[in-house]
């Protein structure tokens, strides 16, 4: 079984700052998918970027960025130049490569705060 | 990009009737939906994966009795909270994948909102 850990239950940055979110996680697999997901007050769960671990490169989108480092199973994010509109729970998610059927597992999350 | 509709997205009901929660797949076919719960600032907690013609497989700890799956179509989803109870007062999620296996991204239905009294 997959177990995704987040060791930061809150954290606050200030706006136009940079911010990084830490993710463990444990699986046996050797082909997975790792994510982000984003839940604003409105709950609404929004992917914020996604990672394949046969890729070496990091994943970017824009302000947000991935540091994966397969061999340490860490998978941290990292946002720049912060928006208030970041302020979120951010969840790291784990998907083993298969199906549509394939399962994701969340981690604990984290509360992001970004203050002006 | 996809858009999964949940509907409702709050409802409120009293103790010992049922609720019906509906999760639609807009512009894809997920053979395979996924329901979730979430407690207040907890991460979710997958209850049972949802398999179009077929029954739901569930997680360990959540009475299938209670908590009725239906997948008819490759659209369409169904929760059913059956005599429903205070203590299952909660945030449900669903989300699906496209069938197709096109992209590995999952798309998350808007919530439902819960309130047994």
């Known amino acids: 079984a997959q177990t995704v850990t987040q060791s930061q239950p809150e954290m606050s940055v200030q706006e136009a700052e940079t911010v990084t979110l830490s993710c463990t996680y444990d699986?046996?697999?050797?082909?997975?998918?790792l994510f982000w997901y984003k839940q604003p007050p409105s709950r609404q769960m929004i992917l914020v970027i996604r990672?394949?671990?046969?890729?070496?490169q990091n994943a970017t989108e824009n302000r947000f960025s991935v540091n994966f480092q397969k061999a340490a199973k860490s998978f941290s994010l990292k946002i720049s130049d912060s928006q208030l509109g970041d302020t979120a729970m951010y969840f790291c998610a784990f998907m083993k490569q298969g199906t549509s059927g394939s399962r994701l597992t969340f981690g604990e999350g984290t509360q992001l705060t970004v203050n002006p | 990009g996809a858009v999964v509709s949940q509907h409702p997205s709050w409802v409120i009901c009293k103790s010992g009737t049922s609720v019906k929660i509906e999760c639609r797949s807009l512009d894809f076919q997920a053979t395979t939906m996924f329901w979730y719960r979430q407690f207040p600032k907890q991460s979710l907690m997958l209850m049972a994966t949802s398999n179009e013609g077929s029954k739901a497989t569930y997680e360990q700890g959540v009475e299938k009795d209670k908590f009725l799956i239906n997948h008819a179509s490759l659209t369409l989803s169904t929760l059913t909270v059956t005599s429903a109870h205070p203590e299952d007062s909660s945030f449900y999620i669903c989300s699906a994948r496209d069938s197709r296996g096109v992209g590995t991204e999952a798309f998350f239905g808007q919530g439902t909102r819960l309130t047994v009294v």
């Open positions: 990672q394949e671990a046969y890729k070496q």
């Open positions: 699986t046996s697999e050797n082909n997975y998918y």
